[in-house]
């Protein structure tokens, strides 16, 4: 259950990363390369959840890990969904000003045709 929580958060943190990073300035040299590199580090600690799953039955401190891990992965969510709001709204006021630019441009454009 926690391997699949933090799987999932971990999922939506890559792709939030590389779907905003291509939007914004396009895909960077590198980009791909990290890519790989946090997919490789997921299997990892998706391997080494699925051992500690097994062992919290017998051994509490483990138990008392994946807690503290699944209460982190929640926190990591959270965090995602603010990251991701801010971005969109940081979208939405790009997009506004340059909607903004193009009423102005006409206006002035339409004032230069009348009064030119």
């Known amino acids: 259950m926690t391997d699949a929580i933090v799987s999932f ?3 939506q ?8 990073a291509s939007e914004e300035v396009g895909l960077l040299l590198g980009v791909e390369k990290e890519v790989s590199k946090l997919e490789r580090n997921l299997r990892l600690i ?10 919290k039955r017998t051994d509490n401190l ?3 890990w994946l807690d503290r891990l699944k209460e982190a992965s929640y926190d990591m969510g959270d965090a995602l969904d603010e990251l991701r709001t801010a971005i969109e709204v940081k979208a939405l ?4 000003a340059a909607r903004q630019k193009k009423v102005i441009n006409l206006i002035c454009t339409g004032v230069r045709y009348i009064f030119g």
């Open 13 to 20: 943190l890559k792709t939030t990363i590389v779907d905003k």
């Open 62 to 64: 483990v138990k008392d």
């Open 93 to 96: 006021k790009a997009q506004n």
């Open 9 to 11: 958060v971990l999922d």
């Open 46 to 55: 998706n391997t080494v959840l699925q051992n500690a799953e097994e062992k």
